[in-house]
């Protein structure tokens, strides 16, 4: 069991007025922090939280409660002080910026992308190219074809027409990169001028995006990934300070975007949604994204784990920076995420959020292991595989057998509905 540091509550007037939001000075490191005993947390479950975090590969972990630091734990060498890199998670932080363009009037999201970036930024016909929108880009449904050798490719010979705008959801790297272009084209800044004159002079969130092969990647500290929970916490308002300007454009980053992929924004995850797309498929999972979490949170989610959970219905914003938590390296580490908040929960003293399928007794499949078919009574209908690197399989139950010759050797936990309408999890081994 490991130590972890407490922090005193700072009582300001009443009650009420002490769970208002706190925001840090925008320079330096002061930050306001509060005792997760004096919260009515769980605190006995903070050392298995820790020690969790530890175990997958984690650098940083914070939880702010209404703004102030409740937990605040680092691995190894990294400290407050040290870089890391955002990934993935970095689109939620674009998004709000080309929100915050629309805002000044510099940009429309409902403008063809060709009139920021010039014609020819794709290899698409002028016809096909002028029918992609800056909206198209906030939400991967552009059409572009993200089986290209290089998905990741922002030259126009590698952003090729697949499908019409809009009716194709997929998680392509390219054209949301595109949307720096965009920004800049816009703007007439950088893209890192733009950040800090939006972003950092009004809130601290220090950081800069650099070129990181193909992708304009985020780098900043952790306690500025903090800063940017506590920022869409509060709506895109720092301190009384719209730095946003624009709340129906928060709600729609923030709410799903489209119908194919439900549990997407503009570059934001959404959690309780009935269903989900992951990265690199097609397939459409039932279920919401993060079971264990709350039903409201939003979450800015990278490849490794880098990721911000932000749940407005308690004021709570986690960040973890790190490596890989499942060694492989999934492009949002889904599994992950969930397993987490099963941790929080404890630390919370609540099951809010708990989807029934975790606190079901576990059925029982046949044969252990398994080759080519799997017998899990009661199972009907689709269900997710779910394997130890975090990626998802989409499987199908007839009569209570899956056909699992299609998966990877290896341990997968299975998500499906019995047939008493119940949602149901179940391990099962899969050998070659």
Same mark, same amino acid.
């Given at each position: 069991?490991?130590?972890?540091?407490?922090?005193?509550?700072t009582?300001?007037?009443s009650a009420?007025?002490?769970?208002?939001l706190y925001?840090p000075?925008?320079?330096?490191n002061?930050?306001?922090?509060v005792d997760p005993a004096?919260?009515g947390w769980?605190?006995?479950?903070?050392?298995?939280?820790l020690d969790?975090?530890?175990a997958?590969?984690?650098?940083a972990?914070i939880v702010?409660k209404?703004?102030?630091i409740?937990?605040?734990h680092?691995?190894?060498t990294?400290?407050?002080d040290s870089i890391?890199?955002?990934?993935?998670?970095?689109?939620s932080l674009?998004?709000f910026?080309?929100?915050?363009?629309?805002?000044?009037?510099?940009?429309?999201i409902?403008d063809v992308?060709?009139?920021?970036?010039g014609a020819?930024?794709?290899?698409?016909?002028?016809?096909?190219?002028s029918?992609?929108t800056?909206r198209?880009q906030l939400?991967m449904?552009t059409?572009?074809?993200d089986?290209?050798?290089?998905p990741?490719?922002?030259?126009p010979?590698?952003?090729?027409?697949?499908?019409?705008?809009g009716?194709r959801?997929?998680?392509?790297n390219?054209?949301?990169?595109?949307?720096d272009?965009?920004?800049?084209?816009a703007?007439?800044?950088?893209l890192n001028?733009?950040?800090?004159?939006?972003?950092?002079a009004?809130?601290?969130?220090?950081?800069?995006?650099?070129q990181?092969?193909?992708?304009?990647?985020f780098?900043s500290?952790?306690?500025a990934?903090?800063r940017?929970?506590?920022?869409?916490?509060?709506?895109?308002?720092w301190?009384g300070?719209d #730095?946003? =300007?624009?709340?129906?454009y928060?709600?729609?980053m923030? *709410?799903p !975007?489209q119908?194919?992929n439900? @549990?997407?924004g503009y570059?934001?995850?959404l959690?309780g949604?009935?269903?989900?797309?992951?990265?690199?498929?097609?397939?459409?999972?039932t279920?919401?994204?993060?079971?264990?979490a709350?039903a409201?949170?939003?979450?800015?989610?990278?490849?490794n784990?880098?990721q911000?959970?932000?749940v407005?219905?308690?004021?709570?914003?986690v960040v973890r920076?790190?490596n890989?938590p499942?060694?492989?390296?999934?492009?949002?580490?889904?599994?992950?995420?969930?397993?987490l908040?099963?941790m929080?929960?404890?630390?919370f003293c609540?099951?809010t959020?708990?989807d029934?399928i975790?606190e079901?007794?576990?059925?029982?499949?046949?044969?252990v292991?398994a080759s080519?078919?799997?017998q #899990?009574? =009661?199972?009907?209908?689709?269900?997710q595989a779910?394997? *130890?690197d !975090?990626r998802?399989?989409a499987l @199908?139950?007839t009569?209570?057998?899956?056909d699992?010759?299609?998966?990877?050797a290896?341990t997968?936990?299975?998500?499906?509905?019995?047939s008493?309408?119940?949602?149901?999890?179940?391990?099962?081994v899969?050998?070659?």
């Amino acid at each position: 069991m490991r130590p972890f540091a407490l922090a005193t509550l700072t009582v300001i007037g009443s009650a009420v007025h002490a769970q208002q939001l706190y925001f840090p000075p925008i320079v330096g490191n002061t930050w306001e922090t509060v005792d997760p005993a004096a919260l009515g947390w769980c605190t006995d479950a903070i050392p298995p939280l820790l020690d969790f975090v530890d175990a997958n590969n984690s650098k940083a972990f914070i939880v702010l409660k209404d703004g102030r630091i409740a937990i605040e734990h680092y691995t190894g060498t990294f400290t407050q002080d040290s870089i890391w890199y955002w990934a993935s998670a970095g689109k939620s932080l674009t998004s709000f910026l080309v929100g915050a363009a629309q805002a000044d009037g510099l940009l429309d999201i409902n403008d063809v992308s060709t009139d920021y970036l010039g014609a020819g930024w794709t290899s698409c016909t002028p016809g096909q190219e002028s029918n992609i929108t800056v909206r198209h880009q906030l939400t991967m449904t552009t059409g572009l074809d993200d089986g290209v050798a290089n998905p990741d490719c922002t030259d126009p010979a590698c952003l090729q027409f697949l499908a019409v705008p809009g009716t194709r959801w997929a998680y392509h790297n390219a054209p949301y990169t595109r949307l720096d272009g965009v920004i800049e084209g816009a703007t007439g800044q950088t893209l890192n001028g733009y950040v800090y004159s939006k972003l950092t002079a009004s809130t601290g969130i220090a950081g800069l995006y650099l070129q990181t092969g193909d992708n304009n990647v985020f780098y900043s500290k952790p306690r500025a990934m903090a800063r940017f929970g506590l920022l869409a916490l509060n709506r895109g308002v720092w301190n009384g300070n719209d #730095v946003l =300007g624009d709340d129906a454009y928060f709600e729609a980053m923030t *709410t799903p !975007s489209q119908s194919l992929n439900e @549990s997407y924004g503009y570059l934001w995850w959404l959690n309780g949604q009935p269903s989900f797309m992951a990265p690199g498929s097609q397939f459409v999972f039932t279920g919401q994204l993060a079971p264990n979490a709350p039903a409201d949170m939003v979450s800015a989610l990278g490849k490794n784990g880098q990721q911000i959970n932000v749940v407005p219905s308690q004021g709570i914003v986690v960040v973890r920076m790190g490596n890989a938590p499942d060694g492989t390296g999934a492009a949002v580490a889904i599994v992950f995420n969930n397993e987490l908040w099963g941790m929080l929960n404890d630390v919370f003293c609540t099951s809010t959020g708990l989807d029934p399928i975790e606190e079901a007794e576990e059925p029982i499949a046949s044969p252990v292991p398994a080759s080519t078919w799997i017998q #899990v009574p =009661g199972a009907t209908g689709s269900a997710q595989a779910i394997g *130890t690197d !975090s990626r998802l399989h989409a499987l @199908s139950f007839t009569a209570g057998a899956a056909d699992v010759s299609g998966l990877p050797a290896g341990t997968y936990a299975i998500r499906f509905s019995a047939s008493n309408g119940l949602r149901r999890v179940v391990r099962i081994v899969v050998a070659r």
